[in-house]
């Protein structure tokens, strides 16, 4: 079963730090390049950071680097994408998404994306 699993969210204050995973289940992901994505109430979902699965070379939006860091551990039976978040702000609230894209692009847009997780809530207080 193909499936991508998110974890790590919760409330923070701002300055804080979090780390969220996300569980990727499948030979599919063997090979695929891995992203964060953010969704903010009222507002579309937006890229935040991708890892590719050839060299490991990584993506980040502008908005969150220096901040945030993208990593995976790979296995030959589960891969595990990490996003370590550091100086959090409130302005980073929001439902973060784990994605796979199969064509291993590490890709800033939505659409080259295959698979998504349910999202995992990030609350920054102020």
């Known amino acids: 079963q193909v499936q991508l699993v998110e974890s790590g969210g919760g409330l923070v204050q701002a300055g804080g730090s979090l780390r969220l995973s996300c569980a990727a289940s499948g030979r599919t992901f063997n090979s695929a390049a891995m992203a964060w994505f953010r969704q903010a109430p009222g507002k579309e979902r937006e890229f935040v950071a991708a890892i590719r699965w050839s060299g490991g070379s990584t993506n980040y939006a502008d908005s969150v680097k220096g901040r945030f860091s993208i990593s995976r551990l790979s296995t030959p039976t589960k891969n595990t994408v990490y996003l370590r978040m550091n100086n959090l702000k409130p302005d980073d609230t929001a439902v973060y998404y784990c994605?796979?894209?199969?064509?291993?692009?590490?890709?800033?847009?939505?659409?080259?994306?295959?698979?998504w997780g349910q999202g995992t809530q990030v609350t920054v207080s102020s």
């Open positions: 994605a796979a894209d199969t064509t291993d692009s590490a890709s800033m847009t939505e659409a080259e994306y295959d698979y």
